[in-house]
């Protein structure tokens, strides 16, 4: 009995021995077969996804309801983990995002600087007009993006706006490789505002400004000749703010006798020849005249007082403005030389007090 019960055991403990090696057997190649499908049975986005070393997305409103447009910049990570096919804007929730591709148009011009390192950004490689809208999700075509480089690229929506007014509206950007793996990704947030509540109206004004003056206020012509034109001036200087420029006019105060010269004493005239606008050349006849030339900045003279320079001008009639120079636009400084010129007949009453007042006056046209 004793012998049966010895072979027994013998028997029960092989049977054990052999399970035990059977189920470490089956252990070890589950183990193998895991290592070997594991990669095949992760997500390759969970993979792959890192972060940028910085990055944000500008809009160039932040009111409900306004178009969306703005820019997405992003420097990429200092490792080279893939090569970059298309970018993805993610809106935030509540947006009206349009779902057509060719509505997303990029460019590449007036980007800002790097808020980390102030330099320029870099055009973001191969960024052209999206190629699919999911939802909120925007997709950019992409070339390959150096390393540590920052870089930008401006967008706009047709038929995309704003959602409501609320802090912490939160989107991202991202980069992919060909396959969908997802390479640099930022998580951004925005803040929407009331319409309107995004804008400083800037309002202001400017006085209307104008000088005038005069170099002196008298000539002295003199003794005057039968033979030769005698000549005196005066400079006036007109400066003015006015968007359409100046006026200047003049006058004569004499009337009586008619307009020129009138001498108290004698009871004579030596009369201004002709009428306004007519131009009266003293070489051949005599009398008193007004000739304006330009100065400064060129003035327009009034074709009743624009003489040749030496010996002709116009008439100053008493008691009447006419109209002597001008000019459009802003002024600073501009001149007209104001010359009488005058010549006697030898009939002409002697006297010493010939004289008149003439009355200079400028406008500006504002």
């Given at each position: 009995?004793?012998?049966?019960?010895?072979?027994?055991?013998?028997?029960?403990?092989?049977?054990?021995?052999?399970?035990?090696?059977?189920?470490?057997?089956?252990?070890?190649?589950?183990?193998?077969?895991?290592?070997?499908?594991?990669?095949?049975?992760?997500?390759?986005?969970?993979?792959?996804?890192?972060?940028?070393?910085?990055?944000?997305?500008?809009?160039?409103?932040?009111?409900?309801?306004?178009?969306?447009?703005?820019?997405?910049?992003?420097?990429?990570?200092?490792?080279?983990?893939?090569?970059?096919?298309?970018?993805?804007?993610?809106?935030?929730?509540?947006?009206?995002?349009?779902?057509?591709?060719?509505?997303?148009?990029?460019?590449?011009?007036?980007?800002?600087?790097?808020?980390?390192?102030?330099?320029?950004?870099?055009?973001?490689?191969?960024?052209?007009?999206?190629?699919?809208?999911?939802?909120?999700s925007v997709v950019f075509p992409t070339s390959n993006l150096s390393t540590g480089t920052f870089y930008c690229f401006n967008f706009t929506g047709a038929s995309s706006t704003v959602g409501s007014a609320a802090n912490n509206q939160t989107g991202s950007l991202k980069t992919r490789a060909a396959?969908?793996?997802?390479?640099?990704?930022?998580?951004?947030?925005?803040?929407?505002?009331?319409?309107?509540?995004?804008?400083?109206?800037?309002?202001?004004?400017?006085?209307?400004?104008?000088?005038?003056?005069?170099?002196?206020?008298?000539?002295?012509?003199g003794t005057l000749s039968t033979s030769a034109v005698t000549s005196g001036s005066v400079t006036q200087e007109v400066s003015t703010n006015a968007r359409n420029g100046y006026v200047s006019w003049i006058k004569g105060t004499n009337t009586t006798g008619g307009s020129g010269l009138r001498s108290?004493?004698?009871?004579?005239?030596?009369?201004?020849?002709?009428?306004?606008?007519?131009?009266?050349?003293?070489?051949?006849?005599?009398?008193?005249?007004?000739?304006?030339?330009?100065?400064?900045?060129?003035?327009?003279?009034?074709?009743?007082?624009?003489?040749?320079?030496?010996?002709?001008?116009?008439?100053?009639?008493?008691?009447?403005?006419?109209?002597?120079?001008?000019?459009?636009?802003?002024?600073?400084?501009?001149?007209?030389?104001?010359?009488?010129?005058?010549?006697?007949?030898?009939?002409?009453?002697?006297?010493?007090?010939?004289?008149?007042?003439?009355?200079?006056?400028?406008?500006?046209?504002?």
């Open positions: 009995m004793n012998l049966r019960v010895k072979k027994a055991k013998k028997i029960v403990l092989g049977i054990n021995i052999h399970n035990r090696k059977a189920k470490i057997s089956i252990f070890l190649h589950i183990i193998l077969l895991v290592s070997i499908f594991y990669p095949l049975l992760v997500p390759k986005n969970a993979q792959a996804a890192t972060y940028a070393q910085e990055g944000f997305v500008r809009f160039d409103r932040l009111a409900t309801g306004a178009a969306i447009s703005g820019t997405a910049c992003q420097k990429t990570g200092s490792d080279d983990i893939g090569t970059e096919t298309s970018t993805v804007i993610v809106f935030p929730t509540g947006w009206t995002i349009s779902q057509t591709p060719g509505d997303w148009t990029v460019t590449t011009t007036n980007l800002p600087t790097d808020p980390s390192g102030g330099g320029a950004a870099s055009a973001w490689a191969g960024i052209g007009t999206a190629t699919d809208v999911t939802g909120l396959d969908a793996v997802l390479l640099d990704t930022i998580f951004y947030a925005t803040s929407v505002v009331s319409s309107g509540a995004d804008q400083i109206s800037v309002t202001a004004s400017v006085s209307a400004t104008m000088s005038f003056s005069l170099t002196a206020n008298s000539i002295a012509l108290t004493v004698a009871g004579a005239t030596i009369a201004t020849p002709g009428s306004f606008p007519t131009v009266s050349d003293l070489s051949g006849t005599t009398g008193v005249v007004l000739d304006a030339v330009p100065g400064t900045n060129s003035p327009t003279i009034n074709a009743g007082f624009d003489g040749n320079g030496t010996s002709s001008g116009g008439n100053f009639e008493g008691g009447v403005f006419h109209e002597v120079s001008s000019l459009t636009g802003g002024q600073a400084a501009t001149t007209v030389v104001l010359n009488v010129r005058a010549k006697i007949s030898s009939t002409q009453a002697a006297a010493t007090d010939y004289a008149d007042t003439l009355v200079v006056s400028a406008a500006g046209n504002f």
